[in-house]
């Protein structure tokens, strides 16, 4: 009997059977669970995931990233057109910039994708990086794993933003498409050669109006650093598209290449292997979130660590030492 004056939280069984039966409100419950940093909802989020995890489907994950600007929720808005017509149901993960004081989310693009967020074949859910290096948030991988376990067989994870550091999508995405601006060839000397390399196809954005010929300048560009880039797969060729989320431009002819890479990467068995060294990762991450966690909450780090941490600020100790001497504590040692 539930009690009154608390919030109700299902238990492992009704949100597994809420998920796989599609209820989006358990599904929203259980990336909140995952979440969560309580120890409790850690426990039951992981009985969660094993259970989800056992249901094996044919999905395609989308990974979306792109400078400042180049327009990402609506070109996802766009693409969600074309990819709910052909009868998939499609779930966008969409990663935000957070505050660095409260950890929530900056901007909202749930409320920049209004057309896909009305329709149910849909599920949107704006997350919070948390500071979380990488372009995703630090439940990312898992939150795929839930929206796959609920049915829906397109995954996109909007990143934060273009950066060095937005590689971490290539440990959970099949398919990797970039956005960039017209005019902006100049910036691949700032986006250096990760994104670059990871990236299957490049989607010049907002082509219409009065940008045609700088966007085929861009084009030509995009395409020469390609070239000079290490093969992505052996399979196919890494493409270049002119696109205009507001005129439709393009947009079928990037959807019609995500299938076709990804179906090529099936028929090839290399996207088996692709899952395969998807789970490696997310194990190895989690691994060390746990890891990190039993750490910092050992009776003996808690108790050398504040003395430890003076001694590094007044320079009495070296921060390799410091670090040395935490390890020590957290291994009993004398």
């Known amino acids: 009997m539930r009690q009154t004056g608390k919030p109700y939280e299902p238990g492992v069984e009704e949100m597994v059977a809420g998920i796989l039966s599609g209820d989006r409100r358990m599904l929203s419950r259980a990336i909140t669970l995952v979440e969560s940093a309580r120890p409790d909802h850690e426990a039951q989020a992981h009985q969660v995931l094993d259970r989800c995890l056992s249901v094996k489907s044919e999905t395609m994950r989308i990974g979306l990233t792109g400078s400042p600007g180049a327009g990402k929720s609506t070109f996802i808005e766009a693409l969600g057109e074309h990819i709910i017509a052909e009868g998939h149901r499609l779930a966008v993960l969409a990663v935000d910039p957070s505050s660095s004081r409260s950890k929530g989310s900056i901007l909202g693009d749930k409320a920049r994708m209004e057309k896909l967020a009305g329709r149910r074949e849909v599920f949107i859910r704006p997350t919070a990086s948390s500071g979380h290096l990488g372009g995703t948030s630090p439940r990312t991988h ?146 060390e979130t746990m890891l990190k966690a039993r750490f910092f909450s050992d009776p003996g780090v808690q108790a050398a660590q504040p003395g430890i941490e003076k001694q590094v600020l007044s320079g009495n100790l070296t921060p390799f030492s410091g670090a040395r001497k935490l390890i020590e504590a957290f291994e009993h040692k004398p």
Do not use: N
Request: one cysteine or more; hydrophobic letters at 45%.
């Open 142 to 287: 898992e939150a795929i794993v839930l929206c796959e376990a609920a049915g829906f067989d397109v995954i996109v994870v909007e990143t934060v933003g273009v950066g060095q550091s937005e590689i971490m999508i290539d440990t959970m995405a099949d398919f990797i498409l970039l956005l960039m601006l017209p005019g902006s060839g100049d910036e691949l000397q700032g986006i250096k050669r990760g994104i670059m390399e990871i990236a299957d196809a490049i989607a010049v954005t907002k082509t219409d109006g009065g940008q045609a010929a700088l966007a085929a300048v861009s084009k030509a560009d995009f395409e020469a650093a390609f070239r000079m880039l290490p093969a992505r797969h052996t399979l196919r060729e890494r493409k270049v598209f002119l696109t205009s989320a507001i005129t439709g431009t393009g947009i079928s002819e990037v959807w019609q290449e995500i299938r076709d890479t990804v179906s090529s990467m099936r028929s090839q068995e290399i996207l088996p292997a692709r899952r395969r060294e998807q789970l490696r990762q997310l194990y190895l991450g989690v691994l």
